[in-house]
């Protein structure tokens, strides 16, 4: 059975960081393309990140690119994103997934496992 569990979220002020870790039993992440997406109150769930596991490429969305950096530590079998510079729009609950068939995609769609998420709020 894939579990996916998020952690690292919580209450921080405007240019402040967090680090969050999507911790998975049952799948490897160094197989699959892992990605984190996130959905704001009244929004639809949106693409923030991505990192392959061919080659370990990595996409992000435009808005948090050059503040947010997603990396893989296979050993621990986990995926962990850096958030720098945060905003309060990024204000959301953050979901990691797994993409079994490593397409790099950024569509929802495309994500067979998902975790439960962790609430990120950001103050001004």
């Known amino acids: 059975q894939v579990q996916l569990v998020e952690s690292g979220g919580g209450l921080v002020q405007a240019g402040g960081s967090l680090r969050l870790s999507c911790a998975a039993s049952?799948?490897?992440?160094?197989?699959?393309?892992t990605g984190w997406f996130r959905q704001a109150p009244g929004k639809e769930r949106e693409f923030v990140a991505l990192?392959?596991?061919?080659?370990?490429?990595?996409r992000y969305a435009d808005s948090v690119e050059g503040r947010f950096t997603i990396s893989r530590d296979n050993a621990k079998n986990t995926v962990t994103l850096q958030m720098n510079s945060l905003k309060p729009e990024d204000t959301a609950v953050y979901y990691c997934?797994?993409?079994?068939?490593?397409?790099?995609?950024?569509?929802?769609?495309?994500?067979?496992?998902w975790g439960q998420g962790t609430q990120v709020t950001v103050s001004s």
């Open positions: 997934a797994v993409d079994r068939f490593d397409t790099g995609s950024r569509s929802l769609a495309r994500y067979s496992y």
């Open positions: 049952g799948v490897t992440f160094r197989s699959y393309t």
């Open positions: 990192i392959r596991w061919s080659g370990g490429s990595t």
